[in-house]
């Protein structure tokens, strides 16, 4: 547990900014306020709790199974965009993971990114990048990015694509601002993306591994993975940061 002084530490450091902070205090992490002697944002006890997804689990999706074998229901339904969908860890409200991705998304902690996008080389996802040609990534409407200021997908799509030396192809636009899909049910989410997504540029490669940072029902990546397969992937794969518990 941490005591008063670093919860106080805490919240100044994610109203100020924790690039910012770094200029005059040594580097900390971000989620426990334990101090760092390399220039980073989180731990390794920290990234070590993050409950990674292990077998057994979906064949398709990815979503953890209760025994091993076989898809899970909605998948069974074969109706999926995408070929194969890998998350890194579990994303549980108030804990480590869930908390750094909040804080890279909604708090505009981007230097956040520098520790979670290696996350994606590790694991189920990692597994999914020997197989594809190329990188790409969830769009933001005009709207949202220019209330956010960046979209969290892109960054960690450009971090993985330097750590992997992976192609990155900017290819999927949305054409309009939706609903937030955390509010909506599943039904609602599948209305709520169908055509909001489009391509300017066709893609040569036939292997296109999509990222994003949770995955929930996957309405969101199996749009953008239709679209993807019409701007000329033959296969389109997904890696997230996280798949929503229990999701």
Do not use: W
């Not at 770094?22 to 334990?34: A, N, S, T, V, W």
């Not at 979906?58 to 091993?68: D, I, L």
């Amino acid at each position: 547990m941490v005591n008063f002084l670093e919860k106080a530490s805490r919240k100044f450091a994610r109203r100020v900014g924790y690039s910012i902070l770094d200029i005059f205090y040594p580097p900390h992490c971000y989620l426990c306020g334990k101090g760092l002697a390399t220039h980073r944002y989180i731990c390794e006890s920290c990234l070590d709790s993050f409950e990674r997804i292990t077998d057994p689990i979906c064949e398709k999706c990815g979503k953890p199974a209760p025994e091993s074998g076989g898809v899970c229901s909605e998948c069974a339904k074969g109706d999926r965009e995408f070929f194969l969908a890998r998350s890194f860890g579990l994303y549980r409200p108030g804990k480590g993971l869930a908390e750094a991705i909040a804080g890279l998304k909604y708090e505009g902690e981007k230097a956040l990114s520098k520790d979670l996008a290696p996350l994606l080389d590790k694991g189920k996802t990692g597994e999914l990048l020997e197989d594809v040609d190329a990188l790409t990534f969830v769009p933001l409407s005009r709207k949202k990015l220019r209330d956010r200021k960046f979209n969290q997908a892109e960054l960690l799509a450009r971090k993985v694509s330097q750590i992997t030396e992976i192609s990155l192809v900017q290819t999927l636009v949305k054409l309009e601002a939706t609903r937030p899909q955390a509010e909506l049910s599943r039904e609602e989410r599948l209305e709520n993306v169908r055509g909001s997504f489009d391509y300017d540029e066709t893609i040569d490669h036939d292997r296109v591994l999509l990222i994003d940072d949770v995955f929930t029902t996957g309405s969101t990546v199996d749009e953008c993975s239709r679209v993807l397969k019409d701007a000329g992937a033959e296969r389109v794969y997904v890696a997230t940061l996280a798949r929503s518990y229990p999701g």
